[in-house]
């Protein structure tokens, strides 16, 4: 399943690419020295990240918490929804499994914005600025445990940026 959703992100990618946008915008960050991977010309090698995350915990008394992870992006790149069929660039969170914790429900995000593509020729929800995503968990341990796993994801701009990123949880126990 991993390996399909990769498949599908670089299919994206690389649509992006031959088609050199996915935004009409400019970012400030991307020169003419640049090649569409995002990597200067000269000796010094830069790979673009031009989304930044940052996760926190919101523990209740309820034994009960929230993983929050905050999607920030530097300005006129999108990142996209948890919510596009499986043929386009969605976010995907990817949790790994403890018996210290049970997920509630699905991973949930701030309202995204909503526009035609007309390069992957479907309707696109993504998010400018910054995201949110929420995952609520059920705490079945009584010590104090770390949850961790992956975000794969795409942003573009003028270029796409196929990424994912290790997360980690540091929760309370349930007394």
């Not at 079945?140 to 795409?154: M, N, R």
Request: hydrophobic fraction near 35%; include cysteine; charged fraction near 25%.
């Amino acid at each position: 399943m991993r390996i399909t959703n990769q498949l599908l992100l670089t299919v994206a990618f690389l649509s992006c690419l031959a088609l050199s946008s996915c935004s009409h915008k400019k970012s400030d960050a991307i020169d003419k020295e640049k090649n569409p991977f995002g990597i200067t010309s000269d000796t010094e090698t830069q790979i673009l990240q031009p989304c930044h995350w940052s996760f926190t915990v919101e523990q209740s008394v309820n034994g009960e918490a929230i993983l929050v992870s905050t999607a920030k992006l530097d300005s006129g790149w999108h990142l996209y929804s948890q919510h596009i069929s499986d043929k386009g660039p969605q976010t995907k969170f990817v949790y790994d499994s403890l018996s210290t914790y049970k997920l509630l429900g699905d991973t949930e995000e701030s309202k995204p914005g909503k526009e035609y593509n007309p390069y992957l020729e479907m309707e696109v929800l993504y998010f400018e600025r910054e995201a949110i995503f929420r995952q609520k968990i059920k705490v079945l341990s009584k010590k104090d445990f770390t949850i961790t796993g992956t975000i794969d994801y795409i942003v573009c701009l003028t270029q796409c940026v196929i990424s994912d990123e290790e997360f980690s949880f540091t929760v309370k126990g349930n007394p």
